[in-house]
């Protein structure tokens, strides 16, 4: 069974094995971080230069959520968290906020100004970088499994930004034409709020929204416009000011 088939990867389940081939110049980096985080990521053996295997895995996060109540979700929650805590860490970068002002200007041609109050940690180590509800599972143990890492060094800011992509804009649920926000999430962002820095927490979930919108602008998405206006909402709050040079990227 193909489970996915795109430019750089492939998918595939052969019994209870799921074999991974990359196209990318990225694998030796993933294979590597996988295999220094195998207890918190699903355990994978190298095939060769471009493949490997992992156990198949039926329980998604998000089923494990639903059917669930909110103590065993929270408790759930907390240990997702701590594993996010303690990838491989190397803390020898630091970090510097113009660098993703720029990005943002050259992917938005967006003017970016009054940003500098925006202190940013250096807490520069290894990151799943794609740390989607969706890429998330749960074993037969019980136990939070993650996969498809994009791998990458950055703040751990990256993995919780994408978390709450799900819990602030109820991505998955929307991409399958479901509507219906999971109550949970609320409880979700609040304890990730509790926890992080909240001024970083925001701009980190703007960046990301920002350079998300273009691409679902070109492909016409219809959540398109909510990841606008939630991005200008918290950059708004940031105080950090803009300005539009090309007034087409607000049309919808």
Same mark, same amino acid.
């Given at each position: 069974?193909?489970?996915? =088939?795109?430019?750089?990867?492939?998918?595939?389940?052969? =019994?209870?094995?799921?074999?991974?081939?990359?196209?990318?110049?990225?694998?030796?980096?993933?294979?590597? #971080?996988?295999?220094?985080?195998?207890?918190?990521?699903?355990?994978?053996? *190298?095939?060769?230069?471009?493949?490997?295997?992992?156990? #198949?895995?039926?329980?998604?996060?998000?089923?494990?959520?639903?059917?669930?109540?909110?103590?065993?979700?929270?408790?759930?929650?907390?240990?997702?968290?701590?594993?996010?805590?303690?990838?491989? *860490?190397?803390?020898? =970068?630091?970090?510097?906020?113009?660098?993703?002002?720029?990005?943002?200007?050259?992917?938005?041609?967006?003017? #970016?100004?009054?940003?500098?109050?925006?202190?940013?940690?250096?807490?520069?180590?290894?990151?799943? =970088?794609?740390?989607?509800?969706?890429?998330?599972?749960?074993?037969?143990?019980?136990?939070?499994?993650?996969?498809?890492?994009?791998?990458?060094?950055?703040? /751990?800011?990256?993995?919780?930004?994408?978390?709450?992509?799900?819990?602030?804009?109820?991505?998955?649920?929307?991409?399958?034409?479901?509507?219906?926000?999971?109550?949970?999430?609320?409880?979700?962002?609040?304890?990730?709020?509790?926890?992080?820095?909240?001024?970083?927490?925001?701009?980190?979930?703007?960046?990301?929204?920002?350079?998300?919108?273009?691409?679902?602008?070109?492909?016409?998405?219809?959540? /398109?416009?909510?990841?606008?206006?939630?991005?200008?909402?918290?950059?708004?709050?940031?105080?950090?000011?803009?300005?539009?040079?090309?007034?087409?990227?607000?049309?919808?």
């Amino acid at each position: 069974m193909k489970l996915i =088939w795109n430019s750089w990867e492939i998918v595939e389940k052969i =019994w209870n094995k799921v074999i991974k081939t990359w196209k990318w110049e990225a694998f030796n980096n993933q294979l590597n #971080f996988l295999l220094q985080n195998n207890d918190d990521f699903i355990k994978i053996k *190298k095939i060769n230069d471009e493949q490997y295997e992992m156990d #198949f895995i039926k329980t998604r996060y998000i089923d494990f959520i639903k059917n669930n109540n909110l103590e065993d979700n929270i408790k759930k929650f907390n240990e997702l968290i701590y594993k996010v805590l303690n990838y491989s *860490k190397e803390n020898n =970068w630091k970090n510097n906020i113009k660098k993703y002002i720029d990005k943002l200007e050259q992917r938005t041609w967006i003017k #970016f100004s009054n940003y500098e109050h925006i202190k940013l940690i250096d807490d520069i180590w290894f990151v799943h =970088w794609d740390l989607t509800v969706s890429n998330i599972m749960i074993d037969d143990n019980n136990e939070i499994v993650f996969i498809d890492p994009k791998w990458t060094k950055e703040s /751990t800011y990256y993995d919780w930004w994408k978390l709450l992509q799900s819990f602030c804009m109820n991505y998955e649920n929307i991409i399958e034409n479901n509507n219906d926000k999971i109550p949970i999430y609320d409880d979700f962002k609040n304890i990730l709020y509790e926890k992080f820095d909240e001024k970083l927490l925001d701009f980190y979930l703007a960046v990301h929204l920002i350079w998300a919108y273009p691409f679902f602008k070109s492909k016409k998405r219809p959540y /398109t416009i909510d990841f606008l206006k939630k991005w200008l909402d918290l950059f708004t709050k940031l105080w950090i000011k803009y300005e539009m040079t090309n007034i087409s990227l607000m049309s919808e």
